[in-house]
C-alpha cells in the first residue's frame, strides 16, 4: 500500500495494487490512515520509551494511558493486577489513579524485578499502593499467592504486559480470567504486533504470534468475556478507534 498526502489539494491519496483511491485529507479515514503509519513508524523509532510517570519511565503510548485511565475511573478497581514490571513506570502511573481516586491497589508481577528497579519502585512515594510479586506469571503456585491477596467481593482488573506470545498470554488469560469481576476488563496488551512485520525492527512471525490472537481464541472458549473497545466517555468527533498500541486487547466479563 502507498499513502500520498498532497496538502496542496488536501488529499490522502491511498494506492493498493496500483489502485488509487482519493480521500479527502481532513476526514475521518484520513485520520484513521495516517494514525495507522503512525503508530508503526513511532513503534519502529521507540516513541514509547521516551516518556516517564511521576519519575519512573513508563513504556506506553500515551494514547493508551489516558483509555486506560478512563477505564479505571468507570471500573474504580480495588486490585489492579498487571503482569510485566519493568522499570515501573505504569505500577506507578496506576497507583497514582488508586490515590486520586481514593481506592485501590496494584499489584506487579514479573519473571524478573532487576535490583535497580526494584529500589526504585520501592522508593517511590507510591509504593504504599503497591505490591511486587517476582516470579513466572503463570505458574500456579505464584498465581495462587496472588489470588490469596484479594479479598472476597473486591472488583479486580487484569492488564497482561509481560511476554507477548500468543502462547504466553493464552496461558496468562486462562490463569488470570477468573481474577477479574463482572463489569471489568482483562487487557492484553501490545498486540500491535501483528502489524509490525514489515517494520524494520519488527519480525514475520508476529502477523499470528501475538496478543490479540491470543485474546481472539479465548474468548472464543469463554463466552462469560466479550472483546470491545470501551465507549468513550466523551466525544465531540466522529471518531470512533482508538490510536493505539492495544487493538483487540480489551475484554470485558458479562455483567
Given at each position: 500500500m502507498k499513502l500520498i498526502i498532497d496538502t496542496d489539494k488536501q488529499q490522502l491519496i491511498q494506492?493498493?495494487?496500483?489502485?488509487?483511491v482519493c480521500i479527502d485529507l481532513?476526514?475521518?479515514?484520513a485520520f484513521e490512515l495516517i494514525s495507522q503509519q503512525w503508530v508503526k513508524v513511532g513503534w519502529n523509532q521507540k516513541y514509547p520509551y521516551t516518556f516517564s510517570?511521576?519519575?519512573?519511565?513508563?513504556?506506553?503510548?500515551?494514547e493508551d494511558m489516558i483509555r486506560i485511565q478512563e477505564?479505571?475511573?468507570?471500573?474504580?478497581?480495588?486490585?489492579?493486577?498487571e503482569t510485566g514490571v519493568a522499570h515501573g513506570g505504569s505500577l506507578i502511573y496506576y497507583a497514582s489513579l488508586c490515590k486520586a481516586i481514593a481506592q485501590g491497589r496494584v499489584i506487579g508481577i514479573d519473571?524478573?524485578?532487576?535490583?535497580?528497579?526494584?529500589k526504585a519502585i520501592e522508593a517511590h512515594e507510591l509504593f504504599p499502593y503497591i505490591t511486587l510479586v517476582e516470579g513466572n506469571s503463570i505458574e500456579?503456585?505464584?498465581?495462587?499467592?496472588?489470588?490469596?491477596?484479594v479479598k472476597p467481593g473486591e472488583t479486580v482488573m487484569v492488564i497482561l504486559d509481560s511476554c507477548h506470545t500468543k502462547a504466553h498470554v493464552l496461558?496468562?488469560?486462562?490463569?488470570?480470567?477468573?481474577?477479574?469481576t463482572p463489569g471489568s476488563y482483562l487487557v492484553a496488551t501490545d498486540g500491535i504486533m501483528q502489524e509490525l512485520s514489515d517494520v524494520p525492527r519488527g519480525q514475520s512471525e508476529w502477523t499470528f504470534d501475538n496478543p490479540t490472537a491470543a485474546a481472539t481464541e479465548f474468548v472464543q472458549q469463554h463466552p462469560e468475556f466479550f472483546l470491545e473497545q470501551p465507549k468513550w466517555p466523551f466525544n465531540e468527533s466522529e471518531l470512533t478507534k482508538n490510536v493505539t498500541h492495544w487493538p483487540g486487547a480489551w475484554l470485558q466479563r458479562k455483567e
Open positions: 494506492e493498493i495494487e496500483g489502485t488509487q481532513y476526514s475521518k479515514k510517570w511521576m519519575g519512573r519511565p513508563i513504556i506506553q503510548l500515551p477505564a479505571i475511573y468507570r471500573v474504580k478497581p480495588d486490585v489492579i493486577i519473571i524478573e524485578i532487576r535490583p535497580h528497579n526494584r500456579p503456585e505464584l498465581v495462587h499467592q496472588v489470588k490469596s491477596t496461558a496468562e488469560l486462562e490463569a488470570y480470567g477468573d481474577f477479574v
